[in-house]
């Protein structure tokens, strides 16, 4: 009789380092990997027949804004929910203080077990946090939120300052809830990566150093400002393609380029250059990690510009950084099939439709920013990857390995014994539209609508039981906070 509780039959997987997939057996014991080979023993285990289905490693979405429109307990269930039916099996989501997600400041030893009590026993899926340090305080607090609440990754929204969420603004500082003692700027950014440096440089977290990073969103408020008044008075620019001029690709091209300045001033060798949208962004990135190359720099592009442009997505792609031209969409593609990006991700932002249009609902510049679109990450990529020549196992290594490794999720990522059973079942002959009514965010729209797709996610396993089963999501919410640094409390 085999030590197994579940043995997956019959599957095609596709193992990060391996561009094809193989035709083995995989094997789950106490809710982590215990074998995977051929021809493996299943006498006395439960066997799943995959069907000649793709197996890939659970989906590791590292860029999620649960909370940003919605209650975020309500959107830990329900978006968790979208998550799974996109196979990811662990999620992090982005958590600042100032208005939208918890609508309150103050500092994180306060605002951040609220949030995870907000989330806890609501979750579908695995999910971590990263923190954006927007008070002086909170820099202070970097420290203790590696060591008390395990969150080595920060984030700073380089555009803040002086430019608002949606568009132009002239009240950000109210936003952000600030003293009027405080500003967000380039020398609060200095300050943010001084002060990520000097945890990593602590030996209280010398085994979490690879782990600790700051992430960006590079656009330069002072160009988007301008740009925005430029495009609103000419007035011939409308709808996505408004919004595109109106934050030009060349204003992440100049903030990635300070950004990774600051970088090399701070010695702050860990950074993550967040949804590179443009052939401009992704080629000044590349420019900077040449001329600074002792910077771990990654590059992270979201599935949505990918797959989509200002042409071909409705209205409801309006999205920071926005959806670009099709030449950049191509750009996109060139340098990630060259290896140039790190991982895929979605930047799901659930924002409902009562919340998400303003009025005129054709006006872009009246309309909320983000939208979600979890669900077809892998199908999408998947999609769009194979015809334009991107292999399965560099599809799990952008969605899976290459994420986990980064953000500290030890236990995720890949289909290695050891490691949590987290996969999903592939589907990858099939052609189908993207119909909003399809999916199980609460959004009632997408971007994508009428999209073509020929992958679809049908199975998805968290540590080895289901959470999606035919398409269908299955049982109570099973999951779980992940520490990725500190000790546990």
Not at 14 to 29: F, N, Q, S
Request: aromatic share 10%.
């Amino acid at each position: 009789m085999s030590d197994y509780d579940l043995v997956i039959t019959n599957a095609r997987v596709v193992r990060p380092g391996h561009a094809e997939p193989e035709r083995l057996d995989v094997a789950v014991k106490d809710g982590v990997f215990a074998a995977v080979e051929a021809g493996l023993d299943t006498t006395g285990a439960e066997v799943l027949d995959a069907g000649g289905k793709l197996l890939f490693p659970g989906v590791v979405d590292v860029h999620q804004h649960w909370g940003i429109y919605n209650e975020l307990g309500e959107d830990a269930e329900s978006e968790s929910r979208a998550s799974a039916q996109g196979g990811v099996t662990s999620g992090i989501t982005y958590i600042r203080t100032g208005a939208y997600y918890m609508n309150r400041s103050g500092p994180y030893r306060e605002v951040f077990p609220d949030v995870l009590a907000a989330t806890d026993g609501r979750a579908y899926v695995d999910y971590a946090f990263h923190v954006a340090p927007i008070l002086e305080e909170h820099i202070e607090e970097i420290p203790m939120m590696i060591e008390d609440f395990g969150v080595p990754s920060f984030k700073i929204f380089m555009f803040y300052g002086s430019h608002g969420l949606h568009g132009r603004s002239a009240d950000q500082g109210s936003f952000l809830m600030l003293p009027e003692d405080q500003s967000y700027d380039l020398a609060h950014f200095e300050f943010v990566m001084r002060g990520i440096q000097q945890a990593r440089n602590d030996e209280r977290f010398a085994q979490d150093r690879d782990a600790i990073s700051l992430s960006l969103h590079c656009e330069t408020a002072e160009i988007m400002r301008a740009y925005t008044k430029l495009v609103e008075k000419d007035g011939t620019l409308t709808g996505l393609e408004a919004y595109s001029a109106s934050r030009p690709p060349h204003s992440e091209g100049l903030a990635i380029t300070i950004a990774s300045y600051l970088a090399h001033e701070t010695e702050l060798p860990n950074i993550n250059l967040l949804h590179l949208t443009s052939r401009k962004a992704i080629e000044a990135a590349m420019m900077m990690q040449s001329t600074f190359p002792h910077i771990d720099f990654r590059r992270e592009v979201t599935v949505g510009h990918l797959v989509a442009d200002f042409n071909t997505a409705n209205l409801g792609g309006k999205v920071n950084p926005p959806l670009r031209s099709p030449e950049d969409v191509d750009s996109l593609w060139e340098h990630l099939l060259a290896g140039h990006f790190s991982w895929v991700t979605s930047d799901h932002a659930c924002c409902k439709e009562e919340t998400k249009f303003g009025d005129p609902k054709d006006d872009v510049f009246l309309a909320k920013s983000g939208f979600g679109g979890t669900e077809y990450l892998l199908p999408a990529l998947l999609t769009e990857g194979r015809r334009r020549g991107l292999s399965y196992g560099a599809v799990a290594e952008l969605t899976a390995r290459n994420p986990a490794e980064r953000f500290g999720l030890k236990q995720k990522g890949d289909l290695a014994v050891g490691k949590d059973a987290d996969f999903c079942l592939v589907d990858d002959d099939v052609t189908y539209e993207v119909h909003a009514a399809d999916s199980l965010s609460t959004q009632e729209y997408t971007p994508f609508e009428g999209f073509e797709l020929t992958a679809r996610v049908t199975d998805t396993y968290l540590r080895g039981s289901a959470v999606l089963q035919d398409g269908d999501v299955v049982g109570t919410p099973r999951g779980q906070f992940v520490r990725r640094s500190g000790n546990p409390a």
